[in-house]
Nanobody, 127 residues
Framework: VQLQASGGGLVQAGGSLRLTCSASGLPHSRNGMGWFRQAPGKEREFVAAMRKGAPGTYYANSVKGRFTISRDNDNNRVYLQMNSLRPEDTAVYYC?????????????????????WGQGTLVTVSS
């Protein structure tokens, strides 16, 4: 399984970026996918996730209304559109995918739910 994240970069506060995660080799067509991030000196935190085969999107309170997760099932991709970026959004963003089963909604917020992690892409927001 490979999760390849791209689209990170340097942007000014208030700007936008779109992250892309391309997945290959996932064992199940209905894997949920999402994004976590980790800022320097801080713990990894949940950003957004979505079920692949059914409606259901989940967002951290800190990004709700600014970030949008979407998917392209035909090409096995998930996107994170990030608008109104803030300096506190600066972090390495990781694409993740669920391995087995169909987790309950609350599980999507937990890193232990995800069996597969990409290499991360750095987002830097300047003030």
């Amino acid at each position: 399984v490979q999760l390849q994240a791209s689209g990170g970069g340097l942007v000014q506060a208030g700007g936008s970026l779109r992250l892309t995660c391309s997945a290959s080799g996932l064992p199940h067509s209905r894997n949920g996918m999402g994004w976590f991030r980790q800022a320097p000196g801080k713990e990894r935190e949940f950003v957004a996730a979505m079920r692949k085969g059914a409606p259901g999107t989940y967002y951290a309170n800190s990004v709700k209304g600014r970030f949008t997760i979407s998917r392209d099932n035909d090409n096995n991709r998930v996107y994170l559109q990030m608008n109104s970026l803030r300096p506190e959004d600066t972090a390495v963003y990781y694409c993740v995918a669920v391995g087995e089963g169909n987790p309950i909604s609350s599980a999507y917020y937990r890193p232990s739910t995800y069996s597969y992690w990409g290499q991360g892409t750095l987002v830097t927001v300047s003030s």
